[in-house]
């Protein structure tokens, strides 16, 4: 799953409303019963589940959650979202301001605001850092994020070397404020500028890259400590932090666990106050063994598996062949028996709780049909090889379910279909990269900002960096084009709903299931921990407790 800013909200109709509640078990569970009592610890510890990195910690070059959790703590951006309202919190920005048809847009800075190592952030600092992260001979994986900006094709050529450094569309006023102007109106740009990408840099990030990368100064609420490969990364409360969102705790000692079991045994032990989700072993009784300690709540993302449309055998595939494999997958027992009820069977390329979730967007494309799947596949002209793989990270608790969807199919089909096992989510990212997947990958996406054209275009924008797929279709690229240019919020959101029925034709993915946090803390938390919409703890707020 790849990571996103810690979108804490529910806005207007069309959005569900999700609640960051827990259902608790028994109260025999070693202690949950002292939850709520305690004073808290200001400058107390708090122990979470990470994995590996897949990349240095640059604000630009993290498209997976465990590089981009770690961000969220050490960086903090222009805006975020108001929980309950959906409405632009200003966090170092004083205000993000459109013209009339949104295509230049005016920032102006919070002053006064400081880099861990006392430097200023100014205009300056944003600027040069987008224009840095956008350039091509940076490498960065997130470099399309700023392609809206205009001059992105002069610093970011399809084709050789970059015309210039500079975007054309970036122009410091003064210190803090500075000017964006796009290549034509985009009405959601101050939503998309709450994500990671977006962030600031200091000066001395430019001397030294891939240094700062190993020992990042940011400007959030935690500085950086330590970077312990595959072992562990210390952050602390930064004390000058300026922001609405300071921290109520000391830090965070992010722990990495090679499998989901090992962290669950360290969280039932209260050695580890946070995991990223039950290991599916535990599912069935993870309530009872963890009592009020249990977290269930549903969050924005969508699990899929997604074809190699670069592969051979997918290179030329009719839809009707990824149609069937869709059709051949049983969601309905799959959620409720291998994953106990901690998942809701996908209708959507996009997540519910984001504006322009529509319900039933997909229909038969993901309704259990063995003998329709059959019938599509062979008038597709079948599965070349009629064997599929899927990839995964073996880190996390995948194998079960990738095992029961490969039987599905199997039954359903006579498509042979097996799991293809990376030992961690670096190595699987890194193969989805490189374009060595041999058939299919787990795809899992949780939202960047609260809008459709998150789960759309930079999924299946044939430029869009989450884009690891090669699918690429000129009608969609030209509707989400048109989506973006269109006057208010609302026409944008209608037009990717068009936009999302060329997806249900062409099927770049197969949409599975929506997802909750099944987790757990410790009882030296105290209290609930409070979640985002990204389903990752607000960890500004979480309160340790004095020992």
């Known amino acids: 799953m790849r990571g996103a800013k810690s979108a804490k909200w529910v806005a207007l109709a069309a959005v569900v409303a999700l609640a960051a509640t827990a259902c608790g078990g028994n109260d025999s569970d070693g202690g949950s019963n002292d939850m709520n009592k305690g004073a808290a610890d200001p400058n107390g510890i708090l122990t979470a589940q990470l994995g590996e990195p897949q990349n240095p910690l640059q604000p630009a070059n993290a498209k997976e959650s465990q590089g981009s959790r770690v961000l969220r703590a050490i960086f903090a951006g222009l805006v975020d979202y108001e929980p309950g309202t959906g409405k632009l919190v200003y966090v170092n920005a004083e205000s993000v301001t459109p013209?009339?048809?949104?295509?230049?847009?005016?920032?102006?800075?919070?002053?006064?605001?400081?880099?861990?190592?006392?430097?200023?952030?100014?205009?300056?600092?944003?600027?040069?850092?987008?224009?840095?992260s956008a350039n091509v001979e940076n490498n960065q994986t997130?470099?399309?994020?700023?392609?809206?900006?205009?001059?992105?094709?002069?610093?970011?050529?399809d084709k050789g070397k970059p015309k210039s450094d500079k975007m054309s569309g970036l122009k410091v006023v003064n210190d803090n404020e500075f000017k964006i102007e796009l290549n034509s109106s985009v009405s959601y740009f101050a939503y998309k500028l709450g994500y990671d990408v977006w962030a600031p840099l200091p000066s001395g990030f430019f001397k030294d890259p891939k240094g700062f990368g190993e020992k990042p100064v940011g400007n959030g609420p935690y500085k950086f400590v330590s970077w312990d490969h595959k072992k562990m990364i210390k952050v602390r409360k930064f004390d000058g932090y300026q922001g609405p969102n300071k921290a109520k705790n000391g830090g965070i000692d992010f722990k990495n666990y090679t499998t989901a079991d090992a962290a669950y045994s360290d969280l039932r032990s209260n050695n580890l106050d946070w995991i990223e989700q039950v290991p599916t072993t535990a599912l069935t009784n993870y309530k009872s063994d963890l009592g009020k300690r249990a977290i269930d709540e549903e969050y924005s993302a969508v699990q899929s598996i997604v074809p190699a449309f670069y592969t051979k055998q997918f290179k030329d595939i009719d839809p009707k062949v990824i149609q069937g494999l869709s059709m051949a997958i049983d969601r309905d027992t799959i959620t409720k028996t291998v994953l106990h009820g901690s998942r809701t069977p996908a209708d959507s390329y996009v997540a519910r709780g984001v504006i322009g979730y529509k319900a039933g967007a997909l229909k038969e494309q993901v309704t259990y049909d063995p003998a329709k799947a059959k019938a599509l596949i062979k008038e597709g002209g079948g599965v070349p090889g009629n064997k599929i793989s899927i990839q995964f990270n073996a880190d996390q608790d995948h194998k079960p379910w990738v095992d029961a969807v490969c039987n599905s199919i199997r039954k359903a089909t006579g498509v042979d279909c097996v799991g293809d096992s990376k030992p961690d989510f670096q190595a699987d990212l890194n193969a989805r990269d490189k374009h060595q997947v041999k058939s299919m990958y787990r795809g899992g996406w949780v939202l960047d900002y609260p809008v459709n054209s998150n789960f759309m275009r930079d999924l299946y924008g044939s430029k869009a960096a989450g884009n690891t797929s090669g699918y690429a279709n000129k009608e969609f690229d030209q509707l989400a084009a048109k989506a973006d240019k269109a006057a208010t919020l609302d026409e944008t959101v209608k037009l990717y709903q068009e936009a999302e029925q060329v997806l249900a034709k062409d099927m770049p993915a197969i949409p599975l299931w929506f997802y909750k946090v099944n987790s757990g803390q410790s009882n030296k938390v105290l209290g609930k921990i409070p979640y985002g919409q990204d389903g990752d703890p607000i960890f500004t707020d979480v309160q340790v407790k004095k020992k």
Request: glycine fraction near 8%; charge should be positive; hydrophobic fraction near 30%.
């Open 99 to 132: 013209n009339k048809d949104s295509s230049v847009w005016t920032v102006k800075l919070k002053p006064g605001w400081k880099f861990h190592n006392g430097e200023a952030v100014t205009a300056k600092s944003y600027v040069d850092s987008w224009n840095w």
């Open 142 to 157: 997130n470099s399309s994020w700023f392609q809206d900006i205009k001059g992105y094709g002069d610093v970011h050529p």
